[in-house]
C-alpha cells in the first residue's frame, strides 16, 4: 500500500502488547515499498540515511526527530534528499562499499529484465545486464571479495567482481555490432559458479573475528555454507519449506548459528549443520532479526 512504518518497540514486561507510543512515524509514499535499507547514501556526509526501493524509483530519505516535553510529545520528521527514477522495472537491492571506496555507500539494483544499475548516491554510475538472464534472484554484496552474489535461472549461484562490471560493455550499447562492444569495453564474465540444483530465497553474507568469510544461501530444501571462492564449506538438508533465515555469530569459535524460519510455524537454531534449539510461533515467519541488550550490573 505504500505506507513506510518505523517503529521503537520497548515493553515493559513480559507479554506485553504493542502500545501506541511504539510508532514512531507513519508515512504514504503512494507507490509500493520492495525494500529499506540503511547507509551512507547522501555526499558530503557520513551520517546514516533511509534508501527505499519502488517498483521505478529509488529514493534517499533523512529522518530526524524533536524531543518533546514528554515522551508522547516527541515528533519525528522524514525528509527527500533525492531520487532516481528507474529507466527499469525494479526487483531488489544491495548496497556497500563497492570498489572499496571510504566513508560512502553505493546502492545496486537488480532490474525484473536482468539489469544491475550501479549508483553513486546522488549519481547514476552504470548498467549492466547479467549472462544469460531468465528471472531475477537474491542479490548479495561481498565487501570482503568485492563482489556481487546472486542465484540464476539455472539453479546455480554466480558471483561478479564489481570491478569485472565496471569495465564490462555498458548495457547501453547491448544492441550494437560485435565490433562495436569490442571497442566499448570487455565482455562481463562470471568470477566463479556453484550449481546448488534449487531455487534460492536468500543470500547472505557473514564475517565474525572467530571464522573466515563465508556466503550462506537459503534454498527450498537445503541451506549452504560457502566459501569466497564458492566451495561448499557444509550444508544441510531441510525437512520442511524454510520462509527465512538469518546467520548470526556463535559462542563457539570456528561456527556460525543460523536463525531459520518455516511455513511450520517454526523457529530453528543451527550450530553449523547441528539443530540446537527450537521453538513454536504464533504465525509463519517471513523476516527475521537480532538486536543487542546490554546488561548492566551494578553490585552496591
Not at 89 to 116: E, P
Not at 153 to 170: G, M, N, P
Not at 175 to 198: A, F, H, M, P, Y
Request: a neutral charge; hydrophobic letters at 40%; one cysteine or more.
Amino acid at each position: 500500500m505504500g505506507y513506510l512504518r518505523i517503529f521503537s518497540p520497548h515493553p515493559t514486561k513480559t507479554g506485553d502488547g504493542a502500545q501506541a507510543e511504539d510508532l514512531l512515524l507513519e508515512v504514504d509514499l503512494r507507490d509500493p515499498v520492495l525494500q529499506v535499507e540503511v547507509g551512507k547514501f547522501v555526499s558530503g556526509t557520513e551520517m546514516l540515511h533511509l534508501a527505499v526501493l519502488h517498483s521505478r524509483k529509488l529514493c534517499v530519505y533523512s529522518v530526524s526527530g524533536t524531543l518533546g516535553n514528554v515522551e508522547h510529545g516527541n515528533q519525528y520528521q522524514m525528509k527527500l534528499i533525492y531520487e532516481h527514477n528507474l529507466q527499469r522495472t525494479a526487483c531488489n537491492m544491495t548496497y556497500g562499499s563497492f570498489g572499496g571506496v571510504k566513508g560512502r555507500d553505493l546502492i545496486c539494483i537488480q532490474s525484473i529484465d536482468g539489469m544491475l544499475m550501479v549508483f553513486e548516491q546522488e549519481s547514476y554510475a552504470f548498467g549492466r545486464f547479467l549472462p544469460g538472464f531468465l528471472l531475477p534472484g537474491p542479490l548479495a554484496y561481498s565487501s570482503r571479495t568485492d563482489s556481487f552474489i546472486t542465484v540464476s535461472s539455472c539453479r546455480q549461484v554466480e558471483s561478479y567482481k564489481y570491478q569485472v562490471l565496471a569495465f564490462a560493455t555498458d548495457a547501453d550499447k547491448r544492441q550494437e555490432t560485435e565490433q562495436q562492444k569490442l571497442g566499448s569495453g570487455k565482455r562481463l564474465v562470471v568470477d566463479w559458479t556453484l550449481n546448488i540444483g534449487e531455487q534460492a530465497l536468500d543470500i547472505c553474507i557473514v564475517s565474525f573475528n572467530q571464522s573466515a568469510s563465508s556466503v550462506f544461501v537459503l534454498g527450498e530444501r537445503n541451506f549452504f555454507c560457502l566459501k569466497d571462492n564458492g566451495q561448499i564449506r557444509f550444508m544441510k538438508k531441510l525437512d520442511w519449506s524454510p520462509s527465512c533465515f538469518l546467520p548470526y555469530c556463535s559462542v563457539s569459535e570456528g561456527t556460525i548459528n543460523t536463525l531459520i524460519g518455516n511455513h511450520n510455524n517454526m523457529l530453528h537454531i543451527f550450530q553449523d549443520v547441528t539443530l540446537k534449539w527450537a521453538t513454536q510461533l504464533p504465525h509463519i515467519p517471513v523476516a527475521v532479526r537480532l538486536f543487542c541488550i546490554w546488561k548492566i550490573i551494578l553490585k552496591f
